[in-house]
């Protein structure tokens, strides 16, 4: 972004600034909605099988929230499954409910929201135009919104 806006003609220091921020928040959102597919999403729209960053041992922030507050069942089970390119469809579901009951999925949401709504912010710091506020603010949303 910083690069592009240069050679665009921005030049003012606090301008760019603001865009490298925005740019750290809608790259967090892209990656954590990317996460939440992984594992959630819909095969279909994916074009790849769910489940596929836990047998390829992704250390998302699922799996990272999970390996710090879930229970010890619960940890077990993730040491189990994750990085285990052989695990079953039932495995994977498994491994979504232990997701949504230990409260890892609602972090994981909550943090994806939050990197979204910090971007918000600092459009207006970018520019003043209403026009290009609100393409920023679309696809900073659509981070977090979409299916694929």
Known sequence: LKIGAILGGLTEPNK???????GL???????I???ILGI???EEKLGKPIG???REGKNTLFMLHLHQHGNQT???????????????DEQVNQM???????GSYQYVVELGWKYVHQGLQIIPQITT????????????IYMMERAK
Do not use: H, M
Request: aromatic share 10%.
């Open 16 to 22: 760019l600034q603001s865009l490298i921020e925005y």
């Open 25 to 31: 928040c809608f790259g967090w959102a892209f990656q």
């Open 33 to 35: 909605q990317d996460d």
């Open 40 to 42: 959630y999403g819909s």
């Open 52 to 54: 596929s960053d836990i």
């Open 74 to 88: 619960d940890k077990q089970f993730q040491k189990q499954v994750l990085g285990n390119p052989q695990i079953t």
């Open 96 to 102: 979504r409910d232990i997701l949504k009951n230990s």
């Open 129 to 140: 135009d209403p026009q290009q506020q609100e393409i920023l603010q679309s696809l900073l």
